[in-house]
């Protein structure tokens, strides 16, 4: 009797617990994939993240095919359909068993409580595993039993929690005696980010070595400044499970054994993978952030501005302060921002525009390739102070002071928005605030008062906190 491993976002063959329970056993293993589009439109995710998992499916059917285990394809254009999906090849394949990795989205969840039911009332068994994160939601709790919603005393508890306790990645499943099954024939989408964000897993791993090589000793300052090279860029493959979060802090520990054990710039790296964490954690406490709603509720009824065209000139990078415009287009050219440049843009939207955060978390979804809800949404709910943990409402950044000390020289700004390539140093930050007036610049003026701005939006969240209270 077969056993069936269905992959989700844990496209590789080592370190995948799922497969390896599967293998344990002696019976035939098949593996599953699935590509339900309509479902991921509706959750906004758009083409440069499906044509990553779509196109990772190439190489994963490779590294299967040298274990003799086939992958075949799950029908199923919404997650409904793919219980069902899920059922007819069972039945078909005479499956015993199945074996999945969990994931933690609201509906996610919820097809895999009706998958659960579906195989329960075929006589089939199902096993969970838990790979997505390094500590898995709801595993630690606060003093009080509850739930954390601050990211200090969480991360404490997470690196004590990993201190005690971290395993080493598993290796892949030994090879199984031939099979006749054939795996499914695959169609790589075309993809003008393919080469760009390689899906192999040489590229992968190399990705990982050369971080872990050289800027990782810099990580502390490097990280900030979005003209280098100074982060993994790891995000994409994290995000569809091409390497596991495990697999990159044990990289991590190889090359700094001290990394979990206080301040170093090694730790600073973890620390994100506890952000990481955090947001995954958080949507399985807090649901409705799944849902498109605050965490914090008072936030619901915010008077925003309707989004217009101050929206689109945001998601083309037309709004004539460079920093922002220049990480637009970075995320219009590459499906890839820099964190702190994500931070200066979605600050931007939802303070000196003011609008909705999840007009920009929409956005987000739809144009990153690392697009992730968890990470996606905690990130915005930070941004515009609606979150667990987030930025204060009074402290919002200033995009251009933000260019001027992590952009100093201006070359990120350079390189994306080329209007601004003879400007110097000084005058590349704000070029309309400068005294000689650049005349025949081919680059629009800010769209909005950046100090006023700011402070209407301080007056509108004091006033509405007051409102609420
Ligand atoms: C508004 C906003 C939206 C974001 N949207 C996403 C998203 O859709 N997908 C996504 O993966 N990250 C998102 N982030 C988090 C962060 O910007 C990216 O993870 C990071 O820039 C990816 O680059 P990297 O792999 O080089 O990161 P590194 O600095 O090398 O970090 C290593 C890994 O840690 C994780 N990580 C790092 N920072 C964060 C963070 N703040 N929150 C959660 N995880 C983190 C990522 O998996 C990342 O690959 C968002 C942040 C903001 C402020």
């Known amino acids: 009797m077969p056993h069936l491993v269905w992959l989700r976002r844990d496209l590789r063959v080592t370190d995948n617990p799922a497969l390896s329970a599967a293998c344990a056993n002696t019976g035939d293993v098949i593996t599953c994939v699935g590509l339900p589009d309509a479902q991921w439109q509706s959750h906004d995710l758009g083409a440069p993240a499906r044509n990553l998992y779509q196109r990772r499916l190439t190489p994963l059917t490779a590294d299967l095919c040298a274990l003799n285990i086939p992958l075949l394809m799950l029908d199923g254009a919404t997650f409904a359909d793919q219980v069902n999906g899920l059922q007819a090849l069972c039945k078909h394949h005479g499956i015993t068993a199945v074996y999945v990795n969990r994931e933690y989205e609201f509906n996610e969840r919820a097809r895999d409580r009706a998958v659960d039911q579906a195989l329960a009332a075929c006589s089939i068994q199902v096993h969970w595993f838990d790979d997505q994160c390094l500590v898995p939601p709801q595993t630690l709790k606060t003093g009080q039993g509850g739930p954390y919603s601050v990211f200090t005393p969480y991360r404490r508890r997470w690196e004590a929690s990993l201190r005690e306790e971290f395993n080493a990645p598993l290796s892949a499943p030994a090879r199984r005696p031939a099979l006749t099954l054939a795996p499914a024939r695959l169609t790589a989408p075309d993809d003008p980010l393919a080469a760009l964000w390689p899906?192999?897993?040489?590229?992968?791993?190399?990705?990982?070595?050369?971080?872990?090589?050289?800027?990782?000793?810099?990580?502390?300052?490097?990280?900030?400044?979005?003209?280098l090279e100074g982060t993994s860029s790891l995000s994409p493959y994290l995000a569809i499970g091409a390497i596991s979060a495990r697999q990159v802090l044990h990289a991590v520990l190889q090359a700094a054994p001290h990394a979990l054990d206080g301040a170093s710039d090694a730790n600073t790296f973890v620390s994100e993978l506890a952000w990481r964490d955090f947001y995954k954690n958080l949507l399985v406490e807090a649901p409705r952030v799944s849902r498109a709603r605050p965490f914090k509720v008072t936030t619901e009824t915010l008077p925003w501005n309707p989004p217009g065209e101050a929206f689109e000139r945001w998601c083309q990078g037309q709004t004539g302060v460079p920093l922002v415009d220049a990480a637009m287009r970075q995320l219009n050219t590459t499906g890839w921002m820099h964190n702190r440049c994500r931070m200066v843009v979605a600050m931007f939207l939802t303070k000196n525009l003011f609008i909705?955060?999840?007009h920009g978390e929409r956005y987000f979804m739809q144009r990153l390739v690392d697009a992730d809800l968890a990470a996606n949404n905690g990130g915005w709910q930070?941004?515009?102070?609606?979150?667990?943990?987030?930025?204060?409402?009074?402290?919002?950044?200033?995009?251009?002071?933000?260019?001027?000390?992590?952009?100093?020289?201006?070359?990120?700004?350079?390189?994306?928005?080329?209007?601004?390539?003879?400007?110097?140093?000084?005058?590349?930050h704000a070029p309309f605030d400068a005294k000689a007036h650049p005349i025949g610049l081919k680059y629009p003026k800010p769209m909005v008062d950046l100090k006023r701005s700011r402070q209407q939006a301080i007056d509108t969240f004091k006033a509405h906190q007051q409102d609420s209270a």
């Open 199 to 227: 899906v192999d897993n040489d590229s992968i791993q190399t990705r990982l070595e050369r971080f872990v090589a050289r800027p990782l000793d810099r990580y502390q300052t490097d990280r900030d400044l979005p003209a």
């Open 382 to 428: 930070w941004s515009a102070s609606t979150g667990t943990d987030a930025a204060p409402y009074f402290r919002i950044m200033n995009p251009v002071s933000q260019s001027q000390r992590f952009d100093k020289n201006g070359d990120y700004i350079r390189r994306w928005v080329p209007e601004l390539a003879a400007q110097d140093a000084k005058t590349i």
């Open 356 to 358: 909705d955060w999840r």
